[in-house]
Every structure is written in structure tokens, then in C-alpha cells.
């Protein structure tokens, strides 16, 4: 199944697979997919918005994010949700080949690349965060400077962004448990904190804005029951 062109397939096959009860594509491949979806709805805000005269001044600004997730965020998002599933693949090959071998030089062999296999999967992971959190950030500023009408949109390109970080740290955080003490294991577990404490910082600016828009909201309801007619206010 990994070596098929997974964004290829129709909605549903896709949504089948996820849900197929294997190992791939599993979570850093659903993580780059909830990427790709915010990079979508940030293009679609950023298209939208550059139709609209009022907002002319911000024009070169949407012009520069959309180019962002079209050219840069997009694509890389693409290769990373195919790539992890075929290396979470290729370690499961090794596993099991470890698992089956009776001699102990061999299934020790299989053991170290098996490892070696995790770490390059545990390191995808963690660039779909890093991939993720810049394309928030970037989703966050079409949220402020877009169309008002469509904030729907961008609000769920950064929800889909971050969910994007999470799930690619809850991935990172599970296969370094198999890692003995190493540089690398203390350089990786930091980069992996460094993330989520921006993916905390990141998930707190978004709040403020679905809170700002329950204000809205909330003053507009109110201001609308004002103006109507007494018999209307039942």
C-alpha cells in the first residue's frame, strides 16, 4: 500500500485506509494530511480575499501567504504524507524480520536497522511539526488581514495546522521510548519540547481569536434583539 501515490486515491479509498486496522498510513501521514487541508483552506481565504477591493491594501500580503502555501508549505506536506507511511512500512518490515530470526548475530542486525529506521521516521515526524507550526503561524496571518466573512476558513486552517504539530508529536514522543541514552536521543527530545511549547503558544493565539469572535457574536446577537419589535423578542 505505500508504495502507491496515497494522495491519489479517491477520498473515501483513502479514508478506508486510514481506517483498514494497519500500521500505514498511520498517524504522521494523518498529521501531514491535516497539513495539507489547512494549506487548502488558507488558499482558498487568501483567493477569496484577493477579489475584494476593500482590501486592497493588504493584496501584496495575500498574494505573498498564498504563494507561501502554494509553493513551499504545500509541497512539502505532500512528500512528507507519503514518505512517512512508506518508512513506518519499511520498519515494520524490519520488526517482523527480527522477530522471525533465530540467530542471535542476525535478529541483532535486523534489531539496529529496524532502530535506525525509527529514528528516520521519529526525525519525519518531528519536520511535519516544524512544517505544521510555520504553516499556522502563516494561517494566523491571513486570519488577521483577510476577508472577515471567510475567518470560518482561516480559523479552521490553523485548528487543521495544529492538529497537524500534535499528532506529529504524539508520534515523536512514542518512538522515543525505544531509544537508549544517547546525543541524539537528548538533541531529538529537545527539539520535540522546543515544538510543543510553540505548539502551546501557537494553540493559545488561536483561542483568543475564536474567543474574539464569540464576542462578536455575542454583541451582535444582542444589538440584533434590540432592534427588534417588542412583539418580535419572544
Keep these: ?10 477520498t473515501r479509498q ?8 494497519n500500521p500505514t498510513p498511520g498517524s504522521g501521514s494523518a498529521a501531514a494530511l491535516s497539513g ?5 483552506l488558507g488558499q482558498t481565504v487568501c483567493s477569496i480575499s484577493l477579489r475584494k477591493s476593500e482590501l486592497q491594501s493588504e493584496w501584496r500580503t ?3 501567504l ?8 504545500e509541497p512539502a506536506l505532500a512528500e512528507y504524507f507519503q514518505k512517512d507511511s512508506e518508512l513506518f512500512d519499511q520498519l515494520i518490515s524490519l520488526r517482523r524480520l527480527r522477530d522471525q530470526e ?6 541483532r542486525r535486523y534489531r539496529d536497522d529496524a532502530l535506525a529506521k525509527q529514528r528516520d521516521s521519529t526525525e519525519a515526524a518531528l519536520d511535519i511539526a516544524k512544517f505544521c507550526i510555520a504553516l499556522a503561524n502563516a494561517n494566523l496571518q491571513v486570519f488577521q488581514v483577510g476577508w472577515k466573512s471567510v475567518r470560518g476558513d482561516s480559523g479552521a486552517a490553523i485548528s487543521c495546522a495544529l492538529s497537524g504539530v500534535s499528532a506529529s508529536l504524539f508520534a515523536a514522543y512514542l518512538n522515543l521510548k525505544d531509544f537508549r541514552e ?27 481569536l ?25
Excluded: H, Y
Excluded at 500500500?1 to 479517491?10: H, I, N, R
Excluded at 495539507?36 to 487548502?40: D, I, N, P, R, V
Excluded at 527530545?189 to 483568543?208: C, G, I, P, S, Y
Design 1 to 10: 500500500m505505500a508504495q502507491q501515490d496515497l494522495l491519489l486515491l479517491p
Design 14 to 21: 483513502l479514508l478506508e485506509q486510514f481506517g483498514a486496522g
Design 36 to 40: 495539507l487541508l489547512a494549506c487548502k
Design 62 to 64: 495575500l498574494e505573498f
Design 66 to 73: 498564498r504563494t507561501q502555501l502554494t509553493d513551499s508549505f
Design 102 to 107: 533465530t540467530d542471535p548475530i542476525k535478529k
Design 182 to 208: 544517547s546525543e541524539w536521543l537528548r538533541r531529538t527530545k529537545q527539539n520535540a519540547d522546543d515544538l510543543f511549547a510553540e505548539f502551546r503558544e501557537t494553540q493559545n493565539r488561536l483561542v483568543t
Design 210 to 234: 475564536a474567543f474574539g469572535l464569540q464576542e462578536e457574536a455575542e454583541q451582535t446577537l444582542a444589538s440584533n434583539q434590540l432592534s427588534l419589535p417588542l412583539d418580535d423578542q419572544n
